[in-house]
């Protein structure tokens, strides 16, 4: 069964640190992109990181640049989304997608029109940051 499962989410406390993970199963995740986004209640889905395939290259929104981190792990065929000194802000649901890295989606991290190149979605997980 070709899927994204996400895990890791929970409730933080600001400034605090977690990590989710992005479990691939029936595709190779070494041969697509990677893309975190968050929706948080009542906004807008947006792009938060993107990690290209060839070279590892990451993109990150200017809200979490400095802070968040984009990994893989190619043994593992998981993803990952290191998330420090968190905001009350970051309070969304967490979704991993995996676009073919011929098709360049990170440049496009927050176009819209862009996410339906992203051939498989997780289901999302619940990140909350609160004291």
């Known amino acids: 069964q070709v899927q994204l499962v996400e895990s890791g989410g929970g409730l933080v406390q600001p400034g605090g640190s977690t990590t989710l993970s992005c479990a691939a199963s029936?595709?190779?995740?070494?041969?697509?992109?990677i893309g975190w986004f968050r929706q948080a209640p009542g906004k807008e889905r947006e792009g938060v990181s993107c990690?290209?395939?060839?070279?590892?290259?990451?993109f990150h929104a200017e809200s979490v640049k400095g802070r968040f981190t984009i990994s893989r792990d190619s043994a593992k065929n998981t993803a990952y989304l290191q998330m420090n000194n968190l905001k009350a802000e970051d309070t969304a649901v967490y979704f991993c997608?995996?676009?073919?890295?011929?098709?360049?989606?990170?440049?496009?991290?927050?176009?819209?029109?862009?996410?339906?190149?992203?051939?498989?979605w997780g289901q999302g997980t619940q990140v909350t940051v609160s004291s």
């Open positions: 029936g595709f190779t995740l070494n041969y697509y992109a």
């Open positions: 997608a995996a676009a073919p890295i011929i098709r360049g989606v990170c440049l496009w991290l927050n176009e819209s029109a862009m996410w339906d190149q992203y051939d498989y």
């Open positions: 990690m290209e395939s060839k070279d590892g290259t990451t």
